[in-house]
């Protein structure tokens, strides 16, 4: 097991494995964070500029957590590198704690020296990369620098939560590849396969070459499953169920929609056949002139037929009623709504 189980006891040997393959995935993508770090906008003295210098040296050896080392340079070696740099970067912290470049670039030599064992370094990552934000915050590069960190030190929702915060407030085309590939990177292990075509498409646009994500855009493919109008699929391959308070919220991707019921009602979820999702509902009992009253819901999507439109499926069940009326909607969540 990897050192990380020290901070995550559960780990699974899952996570282990993913862990390695993505790390073999990063490896061959040539990605480099330092490259997004400007050195003109360091502080221009001796030691700054060198520590980045032999920072960028040990880049490729760090950038990836490896249970086993492959490389020619010992890893405490590399280790060593990066303490000493990160050591003078922090000297340098003290004259300029406005400078954002300077922090961003502590907090990456820290999450490399946590990459090669160098345990204490977790902590001087995080600090220095919220420090960068908190000097620059439209700055979109501390939340990715921060979102790779914690996504490689197993906090996967935390750190694909700042992947995706960074995806919402800058558009896509203005982030550079380097950010795509640590986006799948992250992706990967959160198990979101649809976010990782999604990445790989915004990089070959912007140019990267289409066979760089071969595995990834294979791997997500490999998670889904087509499905077919003529085919019948279990309810419970179909939804999921989740307890709250008070109710149960269901949900259902191939049917494209949730709904929420009180946990004492009687719930009938079907099973999909010919494309027509169904979910019967008994609610209450509600107290009624005649006693008690116990109305029941019916809930029905269906995939439309070729040319049909929403009030042709209507009409397919109002047609049998010739009092039925249509009435205005009090609240439509949708383009269009037909009630009767």
Not at 181 to 194: G, N, S
Request: charged share 20%.
């Amino acid at each position: 097991m990897s050192r990380r189980n020290s901070k995550v006891v559960s780990l699974a040997i899952l996570r282990t494995w993913m862990i390695l393959f993505v790390s073999l995935l990063c490896s061959r993508a040539g990605h480099a964070q330092l490259s997004q770090i400007d050195p003109a906008k360091l502080p221009q003295n001796e030691r700054v500029q060198d520590a980045f210098s032999k920072a960028l040296s040990v880049e490729s050896m760090a950038r990836n957590w490896n249970a086993d080392w492959h490389f020619d340079t010992p890893k405490q070696q590399v280790a060593s590198i990066l303490i000493s740099s990160l050591q003078d970067l922090q000297s340098a912290e003290a004259g300029s704690p406005k400078n954002s470049e300077l922090f961003l670039l502590s907090g990456l030599v820290a999450h490399f020296a946590y990459n090669v064992d160098v345990e204490d370094a977790y902590k001087t990552a995080v600090e220095s990369l919220q420090r960068a934000h908190g000097i620059a915050p439209n700055d979109y590069r501390s939340e990715w620098f921060l979102g790779m960190h914690h996504c490689q030190a197993d906090e996967i929702e935390k750190g694909m939560e700042q992947m995706l915060s960074v995806e919402s407030q800058v558009p896509w085309q203005q982030l550079p590849e380097d950010f795509w590939d640590d986006y799948t990177t992250c992706a990967t292990l959160a198990l979101m396969p649809a976010h990782n075509l999604r990445a790989a498409d915004h990089a070959v646009a912007l140019g990267a070459s289409v066979t760089k994500y071969d595995s990834v855009v294979d791997m997500a493919n490999k998670r889904y499953r087509l499905t077919d109008t003529e085919t019948s699929y279990a309810a419970h391959d179909v939804w999921q169920g989740t307890k709250q308070t008070g109710e149960v919220q269901f949900r259902s991707q191939l049917c494209g929609l949730g709904f929420s019921a009180h946990r004492d009602w009687h719930v009938d979820v079907r099973d999909v056949a010919k494309g027509t999702c169904i979910v019967s509902m008994e609610t209450g009992p509600y107290a009624s002139r005649e006693g008690h009253s116990t109305p029941t819901l019916l809930l029905l999507t269906q995939c439309a037929k070729p040319q049909e439109t929403l009030d042709d499926f209507v009409s397919s069940f109002v047609n049998k009623y010739p009092s039925a009326r249509q009435i205005q909607t009090t609240s439509c969540p949708t383009e269009k709504c037909v009630a009767f």
